[in-house]
């Protein structure tokens, strides 16, 4: 069982930065592959950024340039720096962890999600 943290969540300015943290509990954390969502009103839950375990990392085309998925094994935590923030970077974003149990079996564990508000 893995339990995932989220913290760093707030109001912010158009323009603004903001850095999310998600901490996980045991030992595989390095094993897995980490991930952000969001979801905002009205919206179904999208892919924020992923990062393997090599420190591969992908984004969604709306956050290239503007955010950074980070980790650190050695802390268990994984980080989303938010830079440039827009209005419509507003939501709850939720911390995933992914493991690959087998070709054909995989796991998914959430955090409990932080709230991101984008506002003038």
């Known amino acids: 069982q893995v339990q995932l943290v989220e913290s760093g969540g707030g109001l912010v300015q158009p323009g603004g930065s903001l850095r999310l943290s998600c901490a996980a509990s045991?030992?595989?954390?390095?094993?897995?592959?980490m991930g952000w969502y969001r979801q905002a009103p009205g919206k179904q839950r999208e892919l924020v950024a992923t990062?393997?375990?090599?420190?591969?990392?992908n984004y969604a085309d709306s956050v290239k340039g503007r955010f950074t998925i980070s980790r650190d094994n050695a802390k268990n935590t994984v980080y989303l720096q938010m830079n440039s923030l827009k209005l419509e970077d507003t939501a709850v974003y939720y911390c995933?962890?992914?493991?690959?149990?087998?070709?054909?079996?995989?796991?998914?564990?959430w955090g409990q999600g932080t709230q991101v508000t984008v506002s003038s």
């Open positions: 995933n962890a992914h493991f690959l149990l087998s070709t054909r079996n995989s796991k998914d564990y």
């Open positions: 045991g030992s595989l954390f390095a094993f897995a592959i």
């Open positions: 990062i393997t375990s090599g420190d591969d990392t």
